[in-house]
């Protein structure tokens, strides 16, 4: 059974260019988790996704940042006009959809580094 | 005061030691208790998930949790040089919206 996979595992963009990071839950997975990690920092929630739903998005900053999960394909975070303290690793993760079954499960990360 | 305080380290412990790591925590709400192991430039591994509170083992490792004082722990046994990594722990009231401790950095010395 194949993991979370997020793609790409690393991606370059300059000052005010639009970062798309990727992520397929596993499978049997229709739950999903954005989270950030700020270099010497823990990991921060910032957005819960089930399908064509966002659930809670209280940690997802106000301006540049949005998510989606649509009924087909992956989960995706999007940052519009990216700036310098936008560099971190993205880490997506899902939990089962069975009931009683609230276990997150976590992808290898996508690593921002904005220019 | 941060909602998860975890002792960020670095610990180093001989190889075949037995390894004990906490967090405590004030939110009273929580109520699902989980321990990731991170090796560097990689993704959190879930190791153990427990609700409310109580001990629960798998292989080497024990995690337990105390709600009356706030404090969850994680104990590895006969400790290997692979088990060297940041060790994370998390928690919620309602295991979606995860609140991570800052992590521990753990070596093993052979």
């Known amino acids: 059974n194949a993991g979370v996979m997020q793609n790409p595992r690393h991606l370059v963009r300059r000052r005010g260019q639009e970062a798309r990071l990727r992520c397929s839950p596993m499978?049997?997975?229709?739950?999903v988790y954005w989270y950030r990690q700020l270099p010497e920092e823990g990991l921060k929630f910032m957005v819960y996704?089930?399908?064509?739903?966002?659930?809670?998005e209280s940690g997802m900053p106000k301006e540049r940042f949005s998510a989606e999960f649509p009924k087909e394909g992956p989960s995706i975070l999007r940052i519009q006009q990216v700036v310098r303290g936008d560099s971190a690793a993205y880490f997506c993760?899902?939990?089962?959809?069975?009931?009683?079954?609230?276990?997150?499960?976590f992808g290898p990360g996508t690593r921002l580094t904005v220019t | 005061q941060k909602e998860v305080e975890q002792d960020p380290g670095p610990l180093s412990v001989p190889e075949g030691a037995i390894v004990s790591l906490n967090c405590t925590y004030s939110?009273?709400?929580?109520?699902?208790f989980m321990w990731y192991r991170q090796y560097s430039r990689k993704g959190p591994e879930l190791l153990m998930y427990?609700?409310?509170?109580g001990n629960k083992e798998d292989g080497r490792f024990t995690a337990q949790v105390d709600k009356s004082s706030k404090y969850i722990s994680l104990f590895i046994r006969d400790s290997q040089p692979s088990d060297s990594a940041t060790y994370l722990c998390?928690?919620?009231?309602?295991?979606?919206?995860?609140?991570f401790g800052q992590g521990t950095r753990l070596t093993i010395n052979p």
């Open positions: 993760a899902s939990s089962p959809t069975e009931q009683g079954r609230n276990e997150q499960y």
């Open positions: 499978k049997g997975h229709s739950h």
């Open positions: 996704l089930q399908k064509e739903n966002i659930i809670d």
């Open positions: 939110n009273s709400a929580f109520q699902y």
């Open positions: 427990t609700y409310s509170s």
């Open positions: 998390a928690m919620a009231p309602r295991a979606q919206k995860l609140v």
